[in-house]
Nanobody, 127 residues
Framework: QVQLVESGGGLVQAGGSLRLSCAAS????????MAWFRQAPGKEREFVAS?????????YAADSVKGRFTISRDNAENTVYLQMNSLKPEDTAVYYC???????????????????WGQGTQVTVSS
């Protein structure tokens, strides 16, 4: 399995931006589908975005983040990013990076399909 470490979270005002990073260890990073999930207090972990090994297939959670968030990856640096713009208070959550070798287009939003997880990074958006 690949080991994941997130960074870049913090406190930001509504309308602001943050860029999350997820550094992966392991030589097979470019084999993995990478994804970002988030979990707000008292809520279930929800899918935010995923990106295929080549970067050619990208998916976002419908409506909630589309047009504001951008996922990308740098296989040479073993890193996946989440650029978050026009942040809203409802984006407040712990954001997790995840990796999978078995996820498909059908189940990419299912956390159980991801075998590797980071420790999470807190994002707080004030109104």
């Amino acid at each position: 399995q690949v080991q994941l470490v997130e960074s870049g979270g913090g406190l930001v005002q509504a309308g602001g931006s943050l860029r999350l990073s997820c550094a992966a260890s392991g030589r097979t990073f470019n084999n993995y589908v990478m994804a970002w999930f988030r979990q707000a207090p008292g809520k279930e972990r929800e899918f935010v975005a995923s990106i295929s090994w080549s970067g050619g297939r990208i998916y976002y959670a419908a409506d909630s983040v589309k047009g504001r968030f951008t996922i990308s990856r740098d296989n040479a640096e073993n890193t996946v990013y989440l650029q978050m713009n026009s942040l809203k208070p409802e984006d407040t959550a712990v954001y997790y990076c995840a990796a999978s070798l078995s996820v498909t287009n059908v189940n990419r939003g299912n956390p159980q399909r991801y075998a590797s997880w980071g420790q999470g990074t807190q994002v707080t958006v004030s109104s």
